[in-house]
């Protein structure tokens, strides 16, 4: 079948794409293998001076670049422009920090106190990254920019909505100064996967996308014994105690749920409110639902755009009339809206029983739930009572309350008095059912690398 992609604001397609046939995807494998030769033997310095090259080159397309994230996957231009705007600031991080990251570890040895011990950090090889549409950039450059800085090489399956994205992605790449090859576009099928994945070039893989993908390769890897990085779903919490500064809270926890129109791992998902503030959260937090501008995602003053696509608005529908047959009620929003695109009403929804199995679910969209706690005790209940494990975000100005949400949170990730977000200076990743490894950081960037232990007598 083609490759399409799809303007989610009007549902019309855009462009269409053949796969690649068995022939190509061979000679993309291949040449990624051979650009790994040549690039992990360049200069440190020559990495570098690429990666600063392809910050500029960002900076200098930076308005055409978010007008095609926002024509393939929907959201507002003014987000897509702040995502180029990480895109640059991850190159220029990781472009400074990587002789840092990279140097050896001296390690003392007091077994053999006149010779050296140190660890050294190589590369692996080619990695296969398996990639959402939901931030078409950001999401491989947060892989990819560490990647190519360690010395691997790359292999790009991006998700099918956003080829054109994918295909200027590596692009990119290419005009910085790389290797021809360090990060190849492979425009296939899903089920090509299994075969890219079981070649013997192919050393790891790392999926950003849903559990059931996640699962599938990952026990293919497991198989191959292949190194894996999952970065899978996510239902964070947002705790709200009663020291915590309302209109402040509030405006947070709008900007937390409708981020990419709640389409983001790391939306807030789930609102615990204190029982004693509640009533007061709701009231305002249904008011500034029912304000946002919702319409085309090209116009600057617009709040939320599409779901990515028709799919996504079913998957929504059917989830909250789950909602509603266990016994929540519907305070704002709920339905899909008329007219082409695919969009869907800003939504909050109280009552979810947590014997339902909706209460359990990750909803992808501008869908709210709110929960009553009576205490800390039982804020913390509700949260961790989730088999997902990426973000929270707590608020709260008592020192004890913080050290405990901070201590007791099942989350990869704990945000005190923010809301949850990717940072090219911080360990990314989630504990529990939201996958395992971390992306941005050292740890990010170790993970694809050799610690290789290095004992001179």
Not at 12 to 37: K, Y
Not at 435 to 441: D, F, M, T, V
Request: overall charge neutral; aromatic content about 8%; charged content about 20%.
């Amino acid at each position: 079948m083609p490759i399409q992609s799809i303007n989610p604001n009007t549902g019309a397609v855009v462009r269409t794409f053949p796969p690649l046939t068995e022939e190509a995807l061979q000679a993309r494998i291949a040449q990624c293998a051979d650009a790994f030769e040549q690039h992990r033997r360049l200069p440190l310095e020559h990495r570098s001076l690429c990666m600063r090259k392809l910050a500029t080159l960002l900076e200098e397309e930076r308005d055409d670049l978010a007008r095609l994230i926002t024509l393939e996957m929907g959201k507002p231009i003014t987000a897509a422009e702040a995502e180029i705007d990480k895109c640059v600031d991850c190159c220029r991080y990781y472009s400074a920090q990587a002789p840092r990251f990279l140097a050896p570890e001296v390690i003392r040895n007091e077994t053999a106190p006149n010779g050296q011990s140190y660890v050294q950090y190589d590369p692996l090889g080619v990695i296969l990254a398996i990639m959402p549409w939901n931030f078409p950039f950001w999401q491989v450059f947060r892989f990819a920019v560490p990647a190519l800085m360690a010395g691997n090489t790359c292999l790009l399956k991006h998700a099918p909505g956003v080829p054109q994205c994918a295909l200027r992605i590596e692009g990119l790449v290419r005009r910085a100064g790389f290797v021809r090859g360090a990060l190849a576009t492979l425009l296939v099928e899903v089920g090509a996967v299994e075969e890219v994945l079981n070649d013997p070039r192919v050393v790891a893989v790392t999926v950003t996308g849903s559990e059931d993908a996640g699962r599938a390769v990952a026990a293919q890897a497991g198989w191959l014994l292949k190194k894996t990085v999952l970065e899978l779903g996510g239902s964070d919490p947002f705790i709200v105690m009663p020291s915590a500064r309302m209109d402040q809270v509030v405006d947070a926890a709008v900007r937390a749920r409708i981020v990419n129109a709640g389409q983001s791992c790391i939306a807030a998902k789930r609102f615990i409110v204190h029982n004693e503030i509640f009533g007061d959260f709701q009231q305002r937090f249904v008011q500034s639902m029912e304000r946002l501008r919702i319409g085309d995602p090209m116009k600057r003053d617009v709040e939320i755009g599409p779901l990515n696509s028709a799919e996504a608005v079913t998957k929504l529908e059917e989830q909250i009339r789950a909602c509603v047959a266990a016994g929540g009620r519907i305070l704002t929003g709920g339905t899909r809206m008329i007219g082409n695109g695919y969009f869907f009403e800003p939504t909050v929804i109280v009552n979810v029983p947590r014997a339902a199995p909706v209460y359990r679910e990750e909803f992808f969209g501008p869908v709210a739930l709110l929960f009553r706690a009576n205490d800390l005790a039982d804020a913390l209940a509700i949260a961790n009572d989730t088999p997902f494990g990426l973000g929270a975000s707590v608020w709260t100005e008592e020192p004890a309350e913080q050290q405990a949400l901070i201590n007791s949170i099942d989350a990869g990730m704990v945000f005190l008095n923010q809301i949850v977000a990717s940072n090219p200076r911080l360990p990314f990743g989630g504990v529990k059912r939201s996958g395992y490894g971390r992306e941005l950081g050292t740890a990010g960037m170790r993970e694809f690398m050799n610690a290789k232990t290095i004992v001179i007598a």
